[in-house]
């Protein structure tokens, strides 16, 4: 039946239908966006700290599925689902933000140190450090993922665990390059020094005091200890 053909009440309820499916779609392309980048982020943290934080697998599905239902024109269920599904989503978004939280910090505290001690011994290139402290800093991890508007689920995906993998080669060649350098009696105190934890003279063994005198960065450690 053709628009004219139908009663006024008939056209408010196209309507009608027409807004809650915009509606619907609305809520879901934000969920959907959220989980997407939820679970990029988690690619990216496992390339970098090495660790897999854990999540409900069922939630990726419950989006999948409550999208289907769109397309069906499934608007009851979906409501009847949304709000569980909203919760599940964001629940998974937590857990995966605090966790990246806490390895920034850790790791964060790694790369001040580094930053300090190479302001002494301009060992390593200051602009690496620089993209490493950055990115712990700021977590400015999407112009790095989302370089192609068209790019699917998957490409994204390699491109998360690319620069992930990337950023944990600069930190582990920086930190060897780094502390590295020095002999293993020496390498933790040095750390330690330059994080600005103070040592006590008498905390250093004999060989220790010798090898941290012949290091390039023995007159730091002589006003540090004093």
Do not use: C
Not at 124 to 143: F, H, T
Not at 212 to 224: N, P, V, W, Y
């Amino acid at each position: 039946m053709s628009t004219e053909g139908k009663s006024l009440e008939a056209r408010l309820l196209d309507v009608q239908e027409q807004y809650r499916r915009q509606y619907l779609a609305d809520e879901l392309d934000e969920l959907a966006e959220t989980m997407e980048e939820t679970l990029l982020q988690r690619e990216l943290a496992s390339a970098f700290f090495d660790e897999r934080v854990e999540l409900d697998t069922s939630v990726r599905r419950s989006v999948d599925e409550v999208m289907d239902l769109l397309e069906q024109n499934e608007y009851e269920e979906i409501e009847d689902r949304l709000d569980a599904l909203e919760s599940d989503i964001e629940s998974a978004e937590t857990t995966v933000q605090n966790r990246i939280q806490e390895l920034r910090l850790m790791h964060n505290s790694t790369v001040t140190a580094m930053q300090r001690l190479n302001d002494r011994v301009e060992r390593v290139d200051e602009l690496r450090l620089r993209a490493l402290g950055g990115l712990l800093n700021d977590w400015r991890w999407k112009e790095h993922v989302y370089a192609d508007d068209d790019a699917t689920y998957e490409e994204l995906a390699q491109n998360a665990r690319g620069y992930g993998q990337e950023m944990r080669e600069a930190f582990d060649e920086l930190q060897e390059e780094l502390f590295g350098h020095y002999p293993s009696e020496i390498r933790s105190l040095i750390e330690r020094m330059i994080d600005d934890e103070r040592l006590s003279y008498a905390d250093l063994e004999p060989e220790q005091r010798t090898l941290l005198a012949e290091s390039d960065i023995g007159e730091f450690i002589e006003l540090t200890l004093s």
